[in-house]
């Protein structure tokens, strides 16, 4: 499952600042959808994300019914990117199979 998506930059104050993409509704119903199958615990879903030229793996969040693409430095860094800028994300869900117990 893949997506493309324009959002804000948001920065969550906390003991450390954290930077995220709010994902848009629609992008997060598709989610929904799948989030059985991609989570690996606490709601979070695995996905290979990439804006400009930079590919990287993350989990988004969970947060009051939609979801968060967390912006580590070294993805901020070299797009030149913080709170408040507008950016083009491409990312696709991580599907996994369940190991047998």
Not at 72 to 77: C, D, E, L, P, S
Request: net charge negative.
């Amino acid at each position: 499952m893949e997506f493309a998506f324009t959002g804000r930059v948001i920065e969550w104050r906390g003991p450390a600042p954290y930077y995220f993409v709010p994902v848009p509704d629609e992008e997060c119903a598709d989610i929904r959808e799948v989030a059985a199958m991609a989570t690996y615990g606490w709601g979070v879903i695995p996905v290979e994300a990439r804006i400009g030229e930079t590919v990287f793996l993350t989990s988004v969040f969970p947060k009051d019914g939609s979801y968060l693409l967390p912006l580590k430095a070294a993805v901020r860094g070299p797009a030149g990117l913080s709170a408040g800028d507008d950016v083009t994300v491409s990312m696709a869900v991580r599907l996994h199979e369940r190991q047998p117990r």
